[in-house]
């Protein structure tokens, strides 16, 4: 067995139905961090680094809080975006417990062509 599907497997037999989850399925507080650090972080670089690619700019510079750096910009990153939009537009996510989160607003934006 490979390491993926040995981890696969470790995950799935550690699961339970018996375990305790948030009334509603709402996602504990200890999530907010995580949440405002790819806010913050990956998704500022990335909006960035799209825009800087449809500008035709190989290069761009950035400060994250951590003092100015230089990226190469990544055309990519809104063709990944819109992928994620579609598959979230798939789902109820207006009614479920991440549909009042602001880490949504990155993908759910219209084009940023």
Request: a negative charge; charged letters at 30%; aromatic letters at 14%.
């Amino acid at each position: 067995m490979g390491a993926v599907e040995s981890y696969v497997d470790r995950v799935w037999q550690h699961g339970s139905d018996t375990q305790d989850y948030f009334p509603d399925d709402d996602l504990p507080e200890t999530l907010d961090p995580l949440f405002d650090y790819v806010e913050n972080m990956y998704q500022k670089f990335a909006e960035w680094s799209i825009n800087a690619a449809l500008n035709d700019k190989k290069f761009f510079n950035l400060d994250l809080g951590y003092g100015p750096f230089e990226a190469r910009s990544m055309k990519r990153l809104e063709k990944a975006r819109l992928h994620v939009q579609d598959e979230i537009l798939k789902t109820n996510y207006k009614n479920s417990p991440i549909g009042n989160k602001s880490i949504l607003n990155f993908y759910l934006k219209d084009s940023l062509a």
